[in-house]
């Protein structure tokens, strides 16, 4: 019997202040995608669905979820007709995926879906959220064993001050969303490709965004680029029509952080784009 019947919440206590190792359960809907000679985050949307970015949707092999590891079990993958690529590296949107598995997971503690924000939800600038990934550490050091869930704070960044920072680097597009701070160095840079942005309200959790690209954490003025996942609502429901009681109007409120400063918490760690 599935422990989980509503998406976005966690059975475990509450995480340690400050720590930047997550505790298993913490975030039940993080996958991790293997393939050959790289690996992506994801975020499972159902008991049978993982949404990840694109450009890790044709190599992912292998996935992972709770420490288990499920091989060879990705059935179909679809990513988003729009997505293309510019020259190396760089994306012109539409970087996001929906991956099908073979077959369905049961939920526990530790294994349940993130819910997803409707078309029209908005995100105030400096909205307090959490990106988590394996990818590599301040210096660009690989994540050394136990290769625990590494998770940072950030606040999300509104679309025209985004836009302004990247101008003469990439085009910021409607359907992304950018989260960190103005400062850089410390704090969120860029966690696994394809990882979860998430955001909450009322003791639930919303996946915002999908890691897409960025900057290296040393330069100011370049926070991380996501694919904003309620642009893509209609495309979602309708690839996956059993998700839709997860896709719910959320109004988020409460105290906004500044995109300017590193808060304490962030200090400790620095997360890079891996794959």
């Known amino acids: 019997v599935d422990l989980v019947t509503v998406c976005g919440q966690r059975l475990v206590s509450s995480r340690i202040v400050g720590g930047v190792n997550s505790r298993p359960g913490m975030w039940p ?35 992972e979820m709770a420490g288990q590891i499920f091989p060879q079990s990705i059935w179909r993958r679809s990513p988003n007709p729009d997505y293309s690529t510019i020259g190396s590296g760089t994306f012109s949107g539409s970087d996001i995926c929906l991956m099908e598995l ?3 997971l049961n939920f526990t503690q530790y294994i349940s879906p993130v819910c997803l ?14 990106v988590t990934g394996w990818g590599n550490i ?10 625990t869930l590494q998770e940072v704070l950030v606040p999300l960044i509104g679309a025209q001050v985004c836009k302004s920072y990247y101008s003469r680097v ?15 160095g ?17 003791d639930r959790w919303y996946l915002v965004g999908i890691v897409s690209f960025g900057i290296p954490c040393e330069q ?32 988020f409120t409460g105290t906004l952080i500044s995109i300017y400063n590193v808060t304490s918490t962030t200090e400790a760690t620095t997360l890079f784009l891996n794959s």
Not at 170 to 184: E, K, L, R
Not at 224 to 250: C, H, K, M, Q
């Open 29 to 63: 809907w993080q996958v991790y995608l293997r393939g050959p000679n790289f690996f992506c985050g994801g975020s499972l949307i159902t008991s049978k669905w993982i949404i990840s970015a694109a450009h890790c949707c044709h190599r992912s092999v292998v996935y």
């Open 102 to 104: 073979q077959t369905e």
């Open 117 to 130: 924000p409707a078309s029209g939800v908005a995100f105030p600038t400096g909205l307090p959220c959490w």
């Open 138 to 147: 301040v210096g660009r050091a690989n994540l050394p064993p136990p290769k």
């Open 170 to 184: 990439a085009n910021i597009t409607d359907n992304m969303i950018c989260a960190g701070y103005v400062s850089g």
């Open 186 to 202: 410390k704090g969120i840079c860029q966690g696994d490709s394809g990882g979860p942005l998430v955001c909450a309200q009322a």
């Open 220 to 251: 100011k003025y370049y926070p991380s680029v996501y694919g904003r996942s309620n642009a893509f609502v209609d495309w979602i429901t309708t690839l996956v029509p059993e998700v839709s009681p997860n896709v719910l109007n959320v109004n």
